[in-house]
């Protein structure tokens, strides 16, 4: 185990086990070979082929086609094909995010593999010249990675809120942060990554942000998506994130980025060239 194969596990899929899904012959995402099939049963909707899949509904706008498109995952939920919706919206673009073709629920967006987004925070105490890092348990009824260590705050970028606005409201609800500490978060990259998940494809972008807070800050979870809170020194994250599979995969990547741009990992690491150009994985 180490930093190297948290990323290969972020970018493990096979290119041959997808077709592109389009829409006036722009790409849109990636559908599954085996995926494709079920959505055959909605002609008015999709023309399947053995190397395409075609949005063909003639609806007027991106409402509509999110509307169609919701009702035809419904059913294929009801039927026991998929998971539950969430309620929470994605937009699926070609270029320009802030002009979707359509939106698809956060559940139902890695079947159509389209490029998601969202938003870690590292929050950390700084003490002397020694950092701790604060460190979430994820709840046990978590849908993904029950029990894996987290990021403090995580979680993704829906439709209709700005990265400045989502950011507020998911350091609120995880860690119980006030606005004003909120907002002094600094964005500091991004990282990106490809794998096959949850039968389809999630060609990921994570903001990154770094946040140094108060010696007295406790977070407080409000949502229930964490079951405990560890303010750990770097060195014992670091350690965790190299030696086991503790965190939630994805958040690998976040600390890892955060190790290096704070110098704890240098390029007398094994693999450093290998690990920065992983960190920014190519998406399709």
């Known amino acids: ?13 096979d290119p041959t086990r997808f077709i592109p899904w389009q829409i ?19 002609p008015g909707v999709f023309r399947v082929e053995p190397e395409t899949l075609t949005w063909v509904h003639p609806a007027a706008g991106p409402e509509e086609r999110s509307a169609v498109l919701h009702d035809l995952l419904g059913e294929l939920h009801a039927q026991g094909l998929i998971a539950r919706w969430q309620g929470e919206r994605y937009p699926v673009f070609t270029t320009d ?23 870690h925070l590292n929050g950390y105490v700084r003490e002397g010249a020694a950092l701790r890092l604060w460190i979430a348990r994820r709840a046990a009824d978590r849908r993904h990675y029950p029990g894996r260590l987290d990021n403090l705050v995580g979680g993704g970028l829906p ?4 990265l400045a606005e989502n950011l507020r409201k998911e350091c609120e609800e995880e860690a119980g942060m006030v606005r004003d500490l909120a907002d002094r978060a600094t964005p500091v990259g991004a990282v990106s990554y490809c794998r096959e998940a949850d039968g389809g494809l999630k060609p990921d972008v994570m903001y990154c942000y770094d946040l140094e807070l108060p010696a007295d800050f406790t977070p407080v979870g409000t949502d229930g998506e964490v079951e405990a809170f560890y303010l750990m020194p770097v060195e014992e994250v ?15 990547l976040v600390i890892t980025d955060f ?3 704070h110098g704890y990992l240098t390029p007398e690491t094994p693999d450093y060239l290998e690990i920065l150009h992983g960190l920014r994985g190519p998406l399709p």
């Open 1 to 13: 185990m180490g930093f190297l194969d948290h990323i290969r596990a972020c970018n493990r899929w």
């Open 24 to 42: 006036d012959g722009d790409r849109l995402g990636l559908v599954r070979c085996d995926f494709a099939p079920h959505l055959r049963a909605w």
């Open 97 to 119: 995010r802030s002009r979707p073709r359509l939106l698809i629920d956060r559940a139902w967006a890695p079947l159509f593999g389209v490029r998601a987004f969202g938003q």
């Open 159 to 162: 439709w209709g809120l700005s």
């Open 238 to 252: 670091l350690a965790i994130v190299r030696d086991t599979e503790e965190f939630k995969l994805n958040c690998n």
């Open 259 to 261: 190790l290096i741009r």
